[in-house]
């Protein structure tokens, strides 16, 4: 199923320039339920947009997309997803070397100091409630004949 869609994906690639991507209709589409929880889908679009995602029992979601760049270039970015968050897997744009566990060191000196003010006070406006609506309903037995359709109090809507 993936290398139909890889394959979809580059069989567009020229035309889907071409498109705008919130008109872009989809191609391809596909979806499984394992019915043990295991569950995904996969879709093509015509603007060269493709994406696969596949769920584990234990909800852990792996899964890749690939979309044109303006520069004409296929980019795809391969993920998971679940309990240890998100990661990404693979994706040759991205760049390396950062692996967002080490953050930047903390200085007190850089920090902006925190101002206490006191809490605005806000005024309530009392609302007026509006006067209940006296519906014209009639208990009457119906007519057989009457047309709930037609509005009685429409003169353009008489038989």
């Not at 008109?23 to 394992?34: S, T």
């Not at 005024?123 to 709930?148: E, L, R, S």
């Amino acid at each position: 199923m993936l290398k139909f869609v890889v394959a979809s994906c580059l069989a567009v690639a020229a035309a889907g320039q071409a498109v705008d991507p919130k008109n872009a209709k989809i191609l391809k589409e596909q979806r499984f339920n394992a019915g043990d929880g295991r569950f995904g889908s996969a879709y093509a679009q015509e603007d060269g947009v493709v994406f696969r995602e596949e769920t584990g029992a234990a909800g852990e979601r792996v899964g890749q997309y690939s979309y044109i760049g303006d520069d004409g270039r296929t980019y795809t970015v391969k993920y998971t997803a679940g309990k240890d968050g998100f990661r990404i897997l693979d994706g040759s744009h991205i760049p390396t070397g950062a692996n967002g566990l080490n953050s930047a060191p903390f200085n007190p000196k850089q920090a902006a100091p925190v101002v206490s003010q006191p809490a605005p006070v806000q005024q309530t406006i009392p609302v007026q409630q509006a006067a209940p609506v006296d519906y014209d309903y009639v208990d009457a037995p119906v007519d057989p004949n009457f047309n709930p359709f037609i509005n009685p109090h429409d003169p353009t809507h008489r038989d």
